[in-house]
């Protein structure tokens, strides 16, 4: 995940309805980036855009988690057992609950429901369902992080929020495709979104003027000068924000069982 580049949106969505308290934000990723030719697929083999031991940290061997009031939550069931909708204007999908670092400070700096959403290519997906009663032995199956210098791949990689009010939403979200960033910046979607976070971050710790210590994001956003949007959109441009004429509530209401 883009270090810091969700807290931006939030502030910037926050800024829209500044008289409104949303009930919830969710962190939403659909990355459904993979291999174009299918025959180079290779058995016992779990495929990612990052590091695969991480991802498979956070999907096998925790719990979802999300915040209210302040507070993280888990359920003790598998990750990849239910999913969650998500719906911005006509993008749709479904994705599982997942702990995630972000989900923790804007929960602890907003009074409201916070969790990570997050969909992988449909592969990785289907092959973690069909090992929950023995997702250890996934550790134990090979590891491939999609290389555009290596082989051709297809789809993007989407990263977003969605804030949730009461009676509608509003969404901010940015697409990347991996062999058009390859052409111009030799990595992939996933890791270019993480260095745009890290580079606007950079930029406002050499550049901007502020008093010494530890900040998050949005504590740069709302309490100093910090022009972390201006450097974040150098490189990481075309943000599409939108609303929903109606929510679909809540986490609870939004589950579906696998």
């Not at 810091?4 to 309805?17: D, I, P, S, T």
């Not at 934000?25 to 495929?47: A, G, M, Q, R």
């Not at 855009?49 to 598998?78: K, N, T």
């Not at 009663?133 to 929020?161: Q, T």
Request: hydrophobic letters at 40%; charged letters at 25%; glycine letters at 6%.
């Amino acid at each position: 995940m883009n270090p810091g580049v969700v807290q931006w949106m939030v502030v910037e969505l926050m800024k829209e309805r500044p008289n409104e308290k949303p009930r919830a934000c969710y962190i939403v990723e659909h990355d459904n980036s993979f291999l174009n030719d299918k025959e180079l697929i290779k058995p016992h083999t779990l495929y990612a855009s990052w590091a695969v031991e991480r991802f498979l940290d956070e999907a096998i061997w925790s719990y979802p988690m999300y915040m209210s009031h302040h507070r993280p939550l888990y359920f003790y069931e598998d990750v990849y057992a239910s999913e969650y909708k998500v719906k911005l204007g006509e993008k749709e999908f479904y994705g599982c609950l997942m702990p995630h670092e972000e989900v923790l400070i804007l929960g602890k700096s907003f009074n409201m429901e916070v969790g990570f959403l997050y969909r992988i290519n449909e592969y990785t997906t289907n092959l973690i369902r069909l090992n929950l009663d023995k997702v250890e032995d996934l550790w134990n199956w090979n590891r491939k992080v999609f290389n555009p210098a290596e082989d051709d791949i297809i789809g993007e990689d989407l990263v977003g929020v969605l804030l949730v009010y009461e009676h509608n939403e509003t969404y901010m979200y940015n697409v990347m495709n991996s062999s058009q960033v390859f052409q111009k910046y030799k990595t992939n979607a996933t890791y270019f979104q993480v260095e745009c976070g890290i580079y606007a971050g950079l930029c406002s710790l050499l550049l901007d003027t502020f008093g010494q210590g530890a900040y998050y994001v949005e504590e740069l956003l709302l309490n100093t000068e910090s022009k972390y949007g201006e450097y974040l959109n150098l490189y990481m441009k075309d943000f599409v924000v939108g609303h929903n004429n109606f929510t679909d509530g809540l986490l609870n209401d939004r589950v579906r069982w696998i």
